[in-house]
């Protein structure tokens, strides 16, 4: 199971803010998303992707309480991961960083 937590003004674009989703060994970012898409419907992917890359104005953060690793639509995930997805506008308020 992966954690998926969308902020606030990216919940207001996508019409989610929650979820948690079933995810193999070796499935993507993007995977994820389509499979956020399937539903809540069509606009979580496109509030979040630009064809098969995170939109511009889109960070996402694998294990943010622990690791806080930044990822990219490709990137391969692990059952057991979560996944917190941001506005680049929001993104010193989420990460701490100045």
């Known amino acids: 199971m992966c954690d998926i937590e969308i902020s ?8 989610a803010q929650e979820a948690h ?6 499935e993507t970012v993007h ?3 389509d499979r956020l898409a399937d539903l809540y419907g069509s606009q979580v992917a496109s509030g979040m992707l630009d064809g098969n890359r ?3 104005d889109v960070i996402a953060v ?7 690793d ?4 490709d990137t391969a995930l692990h059952p057991g991961d979560s ?4 506005l680049t506008s929001e993104h ?3 990460s701490g960083s100045a």
């Not at 989703?21 to 070796?26: A, M, P």
């Not at 694998?62 to 690791?67: F, I, L, S, W, Y």
């Not at 930044?70 to 639509?73: F, G, H, I, K």
């Open 8 to 15: 606030r003004s990216l919940a207001a674009r996508v019409g």
């Open 21 to 26: 989703v079933g995810v193999r060994e070796g």
């Open 31 to 33: 995977e994820v998303i």
């Open 54 to 56: 995170l939109r511009s």
């Open 62 to 68: 694998r294990n943010p309480d622990t690791n806080h």
């Open 70 to 73: 930044p990822v990219t639509a």
């Open 83 to 86: 996944l917190e997805f941001h």
């Open 92 to 94: 010193e308020k989420v």
